[in-house]
T-cell receptor, first 118, second 111 residues
Framework: GAVVSQHPSWVICKSGTSVKIECRSL??????MFWYRQFPKQSLMLMAT?????????EQGVEKDKFLINHASLTLSTLTVTSAHPEDSSFYIC??????????????FGQGTRLTVV | SQQGEEDPQALSIQEGENATMNCSYK?????LQWYRQNSGRGLVHLIL?????REKHSGRLRVTLDTSKKSSSLLITASRAADTASYFC???????????FGKGMKLTVNP
């Protein structure tokens, strides 16, 4: 299957700093990428849909100024957690919709990023 | 937002037994997908079933879909210790490509 690379796999940052997470589709062009967060022992919660060349669409309750998403190219989307606080500590996972869409096939997921804010 | 609800939330069985996980959802769907996640890691796609399909097999996996009841089940036969993981159902539908996940189910297969 297609490969989606997410970097870094883990990061520890100080409270008040910003952290950028990258999500790259390595062997296909992804016009749409999705960002999820996952708290321990819970499911994946969709945060936002990232569209290449346009503004991201955020799910209800997700602060767009807190979680900045940029999808500047067909192979890269970034999530920046601004002014991070301990409650932002979580597992963040990206996925990329294949060129033919998720209507007929699975999405491809990155390996996830474990963010710890101290 | 979450749509799917897995039942039960946690299941512990012996190696060799079958494991059944159920998932219910609320809105119309285009397809339903099952994923597996080992502790603290990314997701592995297991199987996709379309809304016009009723049953699908892949190796030791069998998935059923009942759109009238808005439910799906994942059966893992002859379980192995390596099947220990969390399992999630996720749906695509409503004209959107986004994948909405259920709560997940932790499966423990004891050797």
């Amino acid at each position: 299957g297609a490969v989606v690379s997410q970097h870094p796999s883990w990061v520890i940052c100080k409270s008040g700093t910003s952290v950028k997470i990258e999500c790259r589709s390595l062997d296909f062009q992804a016009t749409t990428m999705f960002w999820y967060r996952q708290f321990p022992k819970q499911s994946l919660m969709l945060m936002a849909t990232s569209n290449e060349g346009s503004k991201a669409t955020y799910e209800q309750g997700v602060e767009k100024d807190k979680f900045l998403i940029n999808h500047a190219s067909l192979t890269l989307s970034t999530l920046t957690v601004t002014s991070a606080h301990p409650e932002d500590s979580s597992f963040y996972i990206c996925s990329a919709a294949p060129p033919y869409g998720t209507m007929n096939t699975e999405a491809f997921f990155g390996q996830g990023t474990r963010l710890t804010v101290v | 937002s979450q749509q799917g609800e897995e039942d039960p939330q946690a299941l512990s069985i012996q190696e060799g037994e079958n494991a059944t996980m159920n998932c219910s959802y609320k809105t119309s769907i285009n397809n339903l997908q099952w994923y597996r996640q080992n502790s603290g890691r990314g997701l592995v796609h297991l199987i996709l079933i379309r809304s016009n399909e009723r049953e699908k097999h892949s190796g030791r996996l069998r998935v059923t879909l009942d759109t009238s009841k808005k439910s799906s089940s994942l059966l893992i036969t002859a379980s192995r210790a390596a099947d220990t993981a969390s399992y999630f159902c996720a749906t695509v539908g409503g004209g959107s490509e986004k994948l909405v996940f259920g709560k997940g189910m932790k499966l423990t297969v004891n050797p």
